[in-house]
């Protein structure tokens, strides 16, 4: 299996649990809500899902993503203009898509990670 299904499904609940979370607390523009899930989603695949789950295992990959998103969301609140968050709305998230991120991982290490490609291209 690729990498394109992977980062799909996790760009689609992260991007939800942003949307969810950002229009709950207050107004925010759905483009900066975009931008910051394809970041979010960007970082924490490669550094959280393809270095560190193999390497350390799921519990050091979830804590290490939900500490990621958290300072992925406030670098990217700082960055976008007129993107003010609370920093509660900031930690919502995170934890939330901390929570996310241990099921995620669940399917990557029965899907993901352990199918590989014979010769033929055939999983």
Do not use: C
């Amino acid at each position: 299996m690729g990498h394109s299904k992977a980062l799909a499904l996790k760009l689609v609940y992260i991007t939800l649990i942003l949307f969810a979370v950002f229009t709950f607390f207050g107004h925010h523009w759905v483009t900066n809500i975009l931008v910051a899930a394809i970041v979010v989603t960007g970082f924490l695949y490669v550094i959280g899902d393809l270095w560190i789950l193999p390497n350390f295992g799921s519990g050091a990959a979830t804590l290490a993503n939900a500490v990621l998103a958290g300072l992925i969301i406030w670098a990217t609140e700082l960055i976008l203009v007129g993107f003010g968050l609370a920093g509660s709305v900031i930690l919502i998230s995170a934890a939330l898509i901390g929570v996310g991120e241990h099921f995620f991982h669940l399917w990557m290490e029965r899907q993901a990670l352990t199918k590989r490609p014979d010769k033929r291209g055939n999983t």
